[in-house]
């Protein structure tokens, strides 16, 4: 039995390079670009939809089906931060300086 367990860091990455590669596609022949032609509001939409089903998988206990939804819900993710401009390395940055605070002293900061 193969212990190959991919990364999620590696596959994060690689699914963003596609998504970028996919801004000057054919919106007729990729989802992808179809989503980011039509610009970051429907970008927004899709990923909460997307996070609305991962929410009520997560509510019904549903394991297989959260799981399916959470990987939809990175999808869109990616794709809502490409359409802005926002990159895998802003949002390492934004952790890594949350990294070692409180969650209630964080919130409380902002």
Not at 6 to 35: C, H, N, Q, W
């Amino acid at each position: 039995m193969s212990d190959n367990k991919p990364e999620l860091g590696s596959v994060l990455e690689r699914l963003f390079k596609t998504i970028e590669e996919r801004k000057d596609a054919d919106p007729m022949t990729s989802y992808t670009a179809t989503l980011l032609a039509e610009g970051h509001a429907r970008c927004a939409k899709k990923f909460g939809e997307e996070a609305v089903e991962a929410a009520i998988a997560g509510a019904m206990g549903d394991k297989s089906g959260l799981t399916a939804e959470a990987g939809d819900v990175l999808y869109h993710l990616l794709v809502l931060m490409a359409s802005l401009g926002v990159r895998l390395d802003d949002v390492a940055h934004a952790l890594a300086a949350r990294e070692g605070t409180s969650g209630h002293d964080e919130k409380a900061a902002r």
